[in-house]
């Protein structure tokens, strides 16, 4: 299994509303990233997990929180987002989270916030 | 900072045909990687090629070869017999050697492949 899945596929949500994005993978790695992607721009990094150890912040606003429960799941808990947060939003994994190690994507969540 | 720039926002190649796309980037470390990625119509992003810096010999997979030149930080990707499959925006991306978890795109190239 090389695969990395989000849930929900697509996410429309008020600025008073409390969501959750869900990503899981099977591969057995040991690092998990949030990613932002706005449209026609690359990703950015939001977040890292190393050993489900967050080790990567990237000052972002404290409406986002990152969870992950265990090796294989990561979470990303949205509250009181602003519609500038409107993105896809993208999650990987790598095996080690080593330097040069491929990262694999999933097909993320496309966030409107209303 | 390291940064990367990709100065081609569009580009199209006729089906069997060769297109390269360009990447420059902007380090004083001698330690780093270099990825260009592809992201289909579809979204999920997909590792194309990779390359290690102290390696001299220029990464290839298939179809898809890259001309590293380190002195001039060049990093292009070139695409061999073009297939409507290879249609997506690519992303040449920045890592440093010592460091996972920064890793930097540049602005991406859509390429569009016309049969």
């Known amino acids: 299994d090389t695969e990395v899945t989000q849930t929900p596929k697509h996410l429309v949500m008020g600025m008073t509303n409390k969501k959750s994005l869900k990503c899981e993978q099977h591969?057995?790695?040991?690092?998990m990233y949030w990613y932002k992607q706005k449209a026609k721009k690359p990703p950015e990094l939001m977040f890292v997990y190393s050993y489900e150890k967050l080790s990567i912040n990237e000052s972002v606003p404290s409406r986002f929180s990152p969870e992950c429960p265990n090796s294989s799941l990561l979470n990303l808990h949205l509250h009181a987002l602003q519609p500038e947060d409107s993105a896809l939003y993208l999650c990987?994994?790598?095996?080690?989270?080593?330097?040069?190690?491929?990262?694999?994507f999933g097909p993320g969540t496309r966030l409107t916030v209303l | 900072a390291q940064t990367v720039t990709q100065s081609q926002p569009e580009m199209s190649v006729q089906e069997a045909e060769t297109v390269t796309l360009s990447c420059t980037y902007d380090t004083s470390e001698n330690n780093y990687y270099l990825f260009w990625y592809k992201q289909p119509p579809s979204r999920q992003m997909i590792l194309v090629i990779r390359?290690?810096?102290?390696?001299?010999q220029n990464a290839t997979e298939n179809r898809f070869s890259v001309n590293f030149q380190k002195a001039a930080k060049s990093f292009s990707l070139k695409i061999s017999d073009s297939q409507l499959g290879d249609t997506a925006m690519y992303f040449c991306?920045?890592?440093?050697?010592?460091?996972?978890?920064?890793?930097?795109f540049g602005a991406g190239t859509r390429l569009t492949v016309k049969p």
């Open positions: 390359q290690e810096a102290y390696k001299q």
């Open positions: 591969m057995g790695h040991r690092a």
């Open positions: 991306a920045f890592m440093m050697g010592y460091n996972n978890n920064d890793m930097r």
């Open positions: 990987a994994s790598s095996q080690e989270g080593l330097a040069g190690d491929e990262q694999f």
